[in-house]
T-cell receptor
């Protein structure tokens, strides 16, 4: 299994600002994923991040709002841009093992005022 | 489009009971299915992974079964304990991708 850490663990931000969330994995992985979990809801995939290429975004999510970097095989960042209260969620990164078992980080709890 | 539903949405049981959580999916062409546990405000912990060719997986007091043809999976928890209280999520892995579609979750409370 992979050990995944995220920073920050939580933050309270003002509307109109941006927050960058970091995800660090203890081993090299090809694919990393970013999910959003809105209050009381299940997880929704935002995008898939491969090293050396542009992230692939799911329907309803755009790069201008959620830019993603993947500079190497152990690290990725997700930025939530021009935030509004509707962006208040838990943001989670995950990785897939060789047999497509997914492992998740502890999440970043974001509150936008 | 794959949709994943979990029933019941919430469950409260006395300690020691055996219980079953249900997960159903609309498209049987899945790659695998994974059960997770999520504690309040936390990330997800992987419990069991079932490949599409398997019928069940066991880990300790947990047993997960998969019936692809009927689009169902169950998570059986034996001799429940207060520490089992959490939200349980099932996620279906889509064939040909690394994407997962998550269910709506079952919020379990085990009373001491």
């Amino acid at each position: 299994s992979a050990v995944i850490s995220q920073k920050p663990s939580r933050d309270i931000c003002q509307r109109g600002t941006s927050l960058t969330i970091q995800c660090q994995v203890d081993s090299q992985v090809t694919m990393m994923f970013w999910y959003r979990q809105q209050p009381g809801q299940s997880l929704t995939l935002i995008a898939t991040a491969n090293q050396g290429s542009e992230a692939t975004y799911e329907s309803g999510f755009v790069i201008d709002k959620f830019p993603i970097s993947r500079p190497n095989l152990t690290f990725s960042t997700l930025t939530v841009s021009n935030m509004s209260p509707e962006d208040s969620s838990i943001y989670l990164c995950s990785v897939a093992s060789g047999r497509n078992e997914q492992f998740f980080g502890p999440g970043t709890r974001l509150t936008v005022l | 489009k794959q949709e994943v539903t979990q029933i019941p949405a919430a469950l409260s049981v006395p300690e020691g009971e055996n219980l079953v959580l249900n997960c159903s999916f609309t498209d049987s062409a899945i790659y695998n299915l994974q059960w997770f546990r999520q504690d309040p405000g936390k990330g997800l912990t992987s419990l069991l992974l079932i490949q599409s060719s398997q019928r069940e997986q066991t880990s300790g007091r947990l047993n997960a079964s998969l019936d692809k043809s009927s689009g169902r999976s169950t998570l059986y928890i034996a001799a429940s304990q207060p520490g089992d209280s959490a939200t349980y999520l099932c996620a279906v892995g889509l064939t040909g991708t690394y994407k997962y579609i998550f269910g709506t979750g079952t919020r379990l409370k085990v009373l001491a």
